[in-house]
């Protein structure tokens, strides 16, 4: 058995990884670049090598770096994780050729699996059913064009090396090729080092299934059941489960048999991802395997029950397969919680975790994170911050499962899209599970709408909120008087001379709102838009409220976070901040004329030159941040004046990148 392990990743896979070898005894020895000195997966290790600089090129996508840290510390093995060298067929070799044990595929399997174009023609020769397109090495543009009109539109274009949703784009029209496919080419560059695309027949509607294969060095493969995978927002998943609410009994042993198969045709060992599309006819096509760990590997071992790291480990030390088969029992979700917001096109963000809360681990409830409170999310790497897995008897029990998990979440600092995944699990497309890849694309507003006005029992349980705070803060107050039990020191609303009506104000979404109450914090009237609502408190703890509201008793998700009231009402998050009773309205001047940085990230391309005369939303100029690419564009017709950057720059949030200038 492996003795010392080195894990070549970060972030919340990095601590997996530890957390099984920290069970079977292995020590574990991570790496870290400038930007991760002091990052979970190096806090929870036994051991921590310095790799190289903040950025992925300077550090964990080294092979020289990775295997200098072995030699340092002794380790006898590497595990890749996903994502970086994972998938890199040198990297194995270079494993090997040191002296380690790779966890994970051959390398010869990875060179036929490594560029989605060679592993579809291999699939098609072994009957493997794959979408019609384009996977040729000519890659001029001439080329590419007249194979598109070949392959017909839409169509996709895909990275041929690399995935997570990156380097792909959707063209519908001829005249959209061209621009597409140099935006494409340029993000597979940045994100994988290779600019060679693929075509393939888009499928309207698809379904997103993927069967997880392993094999031994014995000859023993095996597939481990289907999980579904088709709440997508630009390719990228968002939730994932097992079993698929859409696979029959005889698409399940096809599909599965497909997997099988596909892995055989490149002598597959150890773990890895057999993914098909589903049209919506029924029939599947071939997409890719994935030679390495799935971020979305949980769900499977949530139905399954078993380790898949302990699997990988012991098939790379050289054991057999630990079973033949793996029938599903139950089912389990899981959700990506990430730093990014919803409400401005989903910007990954940056920052400090002033707060960062995630449900305690419990039956069903399982949560794989890669920072804790205080960490930082660095502008270098992926924005996770944790998966939240849930496992239950049945999909409506998993999904009750899920709600409570994400009501337990909340995250102070960088933007999150905790209430973005909470409209996702209330949408009826997701609990009736008929979402396919495109959903979510096609119906974003139904996701991330505000409602025009918080419920009143949002309302009714912030201001509980704010009056216990308050009750508190005189009790204090009363306690540390020359005499605490003087009913003059209780601001309770009963002194002579003050108003029957006091002024509550809370700021929401970006409003202020004031409501009028009176009573005490246990039992108070509260008066907003005419309405007025009869309201007691009648317990309390860290994380929930008692309310009867109108004569009904409810329970409500509410707790302070910081400054914030966080309050769950009519299924929706809530944040409420106290805002004084009076204030200035005075309003910061607006930069109408300047086109800022949403982020920190690097210039990748200018589309426009000073002097141009822009039409309304038309590219200025695009940004790389995050692995993925920003376009910027006009926010109505201007005159370019100025532009302050030029491609490679890399610039800070909020830097000035362009000026405009009336268009007349």
Excluded at 66 to 82: F, K, M, N
Excluded at 333 to 355: N, T
Aim: proline share 5%; glycine share 8%.
């Amino acid at each position: 058995m492996i003795r010392r392990l080195l894990i070549a990743n970060r972030g919340e896979i990095a601590c997996r990884i530890q957390r099984t070898c920290r069970r079977l005894g292995i020590e574990t020895v991570a790496v870290h670049s400038d930007a991760d000195a002091n990052a979970r997966h190096v806090r929870l290790a036994d051991r921590a090598e310095h790799i190289g600089g903040s950025a992925p090129a300077e550090s964990y996508l080294r092979i020289d770096a990775v295997l200098d840290a072995a030699r340092r510390s002794g380790a006898d093995a590497i595990h890749p994780g996903y994502g970086f060298l994972s998938e890199n067929a040198d990297f194995a070799d270079a494993v090997e050729a040191a002296g380690l044990v790779f966890v994970g595929p051959r390398a010869a399997s990875m060179r036929k699996l490594g560029s989605k174009a060679g592993a579809k023609t291999l699939m098609a020769a072994h009957g493997v059913p794959v979408v019609p397109g384009y996977s040729g090495e000519d890659q001029t543009a001439e080329t590419l064009v007249a194979e598109a009109a070949r392959v017909g539109f839409p169509l996709m274009i895909k990275a041929a090396h690399g995935g997570g949703g990156k380097g792909m784009r959707i063209v519908r029209q001829p005249a959209d090729f061209l621009a597409a496919l140099q935006s494409c080419q340029r993000e597979a560059a940045n994100a994988f080092g290779r600019d060679r695309v693929l075509l393939e027949r888009y499928i309207e509607t698809p379904r997103h299934i993927e069967f997880q294969i392993f094999g031994d060095r014995h000859g023993n493969l095996i597939h481990l059941g289907e999980r579904e995978c088709s709440a997508q927002r630009r390719y990228q998943k968002v939730l994932e489960e097992a079993p698929s609410p859409t696979l029959t009994p005889a698409l399940r042993e096809a599909m599965g048999a497909a997997a099988v198969a596909a892995g055989r045709a490149v002598d597959y060992v150890n773990a890895g991802t057999v993914e098909f599309i589903l049209g919506p006819d029924g029939g599947f096509h071939f997409m890719e395997i994935n030679a390495r760990l799935q971020v979305e590997h949980p769900v499977t071992e949530a139905v399954s029950g078993f380790d898949l790291v302990e699997w990988q480990l012991r098939i790379a030390s050289g054991e057999r397969l630990p079973a033949s088969s793996a029938p599903a029992q139950g089912h389990a979700i899981e959700l990506r919680l990430y730093a990014e917001d919803a409400q401005r096109g989903f910007l990954p963000g940056s920052g400090r975790l002033q707060r960062l809360l995630l449900p305690a681990a419990q039956d069903g409830v399982r949560v794989d994170a890669g920072v804790d409170e205080g960490d930082l999310v660095s502008v270098f790497y992926d924005p996770m911050i944790a998966k939240l897995i849930v496992h239950g008897a049945d999909r409506e029990q998993a999904l009750a499962r899920l709600g409570t998990a994400l009501a337990a979440c909340e995250v102070v600092g960088p933007a999150s899209n905790i209430a973005f995944l909470e409209q996702l699990i209330a949408h009826p497309a997701v609990r009736e599970g008929r979402i396919d890849t495109g959903y979510l694309d096609r119906h974003l507003d139904q996701f991330i709408a505000l409602p025009e006005a918080p419920p009143s029992a949002a309302l009714a349980a912030a201001a509980a909120l704010v009056l216990a705070a308050q009750a508190e803060a005189s009790a204090a107050s009363a306690h540390a008087s020359a005499d605490p039990h003087s009913p003059w020191a209780l601001a309770d609303g009963w002194h002579p001379g003050q108003l029957p009506w006091r002024l509550l104000a809370l700021h929401w979404e970006g409003r202020r709102l004031e409501l009028a109450w009176r009573g005490n914090a246990r039992a108070f009237q509260l008066r907003h838009d005419e309405t007025t609502l009869d309201v007691q408190c009648l317990a309390a703890d860290d994380s929930h409220l008692t309310l009867r509201l109108d004569g009904a008793t409810l329970r409500l998700p509410a707790r302070r976070v910081g400054t914030m009231l966080v309050v769950h009402a009519d299924g929706h998050r809530q944040r409420f901040h106290p805002a004084p009773a009076f204030e200035s309205s005075g309003s910061a001047a607006q930069a109408g004329n300047r086109l800022l940085a949403p982020m920190p990230g690097r210039i990748v391309a200018l589309n426009a030159q000073a002097g141009d005369l822009l039409v309304a939303d038309q590219p200025v100029l695009v940004m790389e941040a995050m692995k993925m690419e920003l376009s910027l564009r006009a926010p109505q017709p201007v005159r370019l004046a100025e532009l302050r950057v030029a491609v490679g720059d890399f610039v800070d949030s909020d830097a000035v990148l362009a000026v405009f200038a009336p268009a007349d």
